[in-house]
């Protein structure tokens, strides 16, 4: 259920706006929900004290417990919830990095020095993109399962086919 049909079913038609939302426990107005300090009241509150005179205390929304506290409750679960990544890589730069990896393994040089390399790109951003994309599963898997390389153990130092060249972590 998203947030929207969450507020609905807690909507009640026959209540303002204003006390729906207040009820929910949610802010209708945001100005009066966190007020912007006004700093001549607080210098006039400030005067009022040192003269020995009492302040007019602050009026704001009572503490007592909301009766549709639960809509608040459940919003902010979800929004607490990890939803995970959802980040993906365009399908022709996954094309071009599939290719690249391909034809020269993990050698970055020879990718950034393929006639193919129109955009010119350099071996570091070649290295980078070549991560990004082992760094999504949904992207990488197809890939890695073609290849046969789904078994394989990325860190595993001796495996030839996970050797990275021309790259600054070389050991």
Not at 38 to 63: C, D, H, T, W, Y
Not at 73 to 82: H, P, V
């Amino acid at each position: 259920m998203d947030t929207s049909t969450k507020i609905r079913a807690a909507y009640d038609e026959k209540k303002k706006p204003a006390n729906n939302i207040r009820e929910m426990g949610l802010a209708y107005d945001v100005n009066r929900a966190i007020p912007i300090p006004n700093v001549k009241q607080q210098i006039k509150a400030m005067e009022l004290e040192l003269s020995g005179q009492k302040a007019r205390p602050f009026r704001g929304n009572s503490s007592k417990e909301q009766p549709k506290q639960y809509v608040a409750a459940r919003l902010e679960e979800d929004a607490n919830e990890y939803a995970g990544s959802r980040f993906r890589m365009a399908r022709s730069m996954v094309r071009v990095i599939t290719d690249m990896i391909d034809r020269h393994g993990f050698n970055y040089k020879a990718m950034s020095l393929d006639w193919r390399n129109y955009e010119q790109v350099t071996w570091r951003q070649f290295r980078t993109k070549v991560r990004k994309f082992l760094r999504i599963p949904e992207q990488c898997t197809p890939y890695l399962e073609q290849k046969g390389w789904l078994d394989c153990d990325m860190n595993d130092p001796n495996d030839p086919r996970w050797k990275e060249y021309s790259t600054d972590d070389e050991s």
